[in-house]
């Protein structure tokens, strides 16, 4: 699966926001956006006008970036969001957060999304007792996610969770994390995506 694999604190910095791609480092004091608060590159610190056009695409950039898809896969996320019965926009988030990659990350289990997809493709986390090792598979209400691992890693895993214990878990998880498992209670709704986003630009942009 092709991915990025460039330096990921450039693009928070190009973004001006914390994406949380690179786990603890993102809260401590070596953050590249708190260091190095303008855009990467021999002209990031000039101030330039946008356009339209050009705030719609940071915010589709900036979305893309948070979950870690590339435009292929973020167009086809938004072709199924426009045929969903509801508001685009918020369908669209909706499919992002039941990716899953994003549930281990909501979880509390990874410290990123990309160690969460890591988890995923080496073969450890189950859905319903079957494997799944696709990072992009859509989760549905109802089901039961679980991370199976040694003991060795189990207690690591547990030991992610504590230190991660003051990032809210979103309420459509139940979360059990002494078991490593969480049952998809409900839905996602636009609330729980606990990021600056504004999806009505990105709706617009494909709409041109």
């Known amino acids: 699966m092709a991915r990025n694999t460039g330096p990921s604190c450039r693009l928070c910095r190009r973004e001006g926001l914390k994406l949380f791609l690179k786990g603890s480092r993102c809260v401590s004091d070596k953050c590249a956006v708190s260091r190095r608060g303008?855009?990467?590159g021999q002209h990031g610190q000039m101030r330039k006008k946008e356009s339209n056009y050009g705030i719609q695409l940071r915010e589709k950039q900036k979305v893309k970036r948070i979950y870690g898809v590339l435009e292929r896969q973020f167009?086809?996320?938004?072709?199924?969001?426009?045929?969903?019965?509801?508001?685009?926009?918020?369908?669209?988030?909706?499919?992002?957060?039941?990716?899953?990659?994003?549930?281990?990350?909501?979880?509390?289990?990874?410290?990123?999304?990309?160690?969460?997809?890591?988890l995923v493709q080496h073969g450890l986390v189950r859905v319903n007792s079957k494997r799944v090792d696709i990072p992009a598979y859509t989760v549905r209400a109802g089901q039961e996610i679980s991370v199976t691992v040694k003991d060795k890693a189990a207690k690591?895993?547990?030991?992610?969770?504590?230190?991660?214990?003051?990032?809210?878990?979103?309420?459509?998880?139940?979360?059990d994390p002494q078991n490593l498992k969480a049952k998809v209670a409900a839905m996602p709704t636009r609330e729980d995506v606990g990021f600056p986003i504004q999806e009505q630009l990105i709706v617009e942009l494909y709409s041109k």
């Not at 499919?95 to 289990?109: G, P």
């Not at 690591?156 to 979360?175: H, T």
Request: aromatic share 8%; net charge positive.
């Open 38 to 40: 303008t855009a990467p």
């Open 75 to 118: 167009r086809h996320y938004f072709q199924m969001a426009e045929r969903s019965k509801g508001v685009t926009g918020v369908m669209l988030l909706q499919l992002l957060e039941r990716r899953l990659d994003n549930v281990i990350f909501r979880m509390n289990l990874a410290g990123s999304r990309s160690e969460a997809r890591q």
């Open 156 to 175: 690591a895993l547990r030991e992610r969770f504590e230190s991660l214990k003051d990032r809210a878990i979103p309420k459509w998880l139940e979360v």
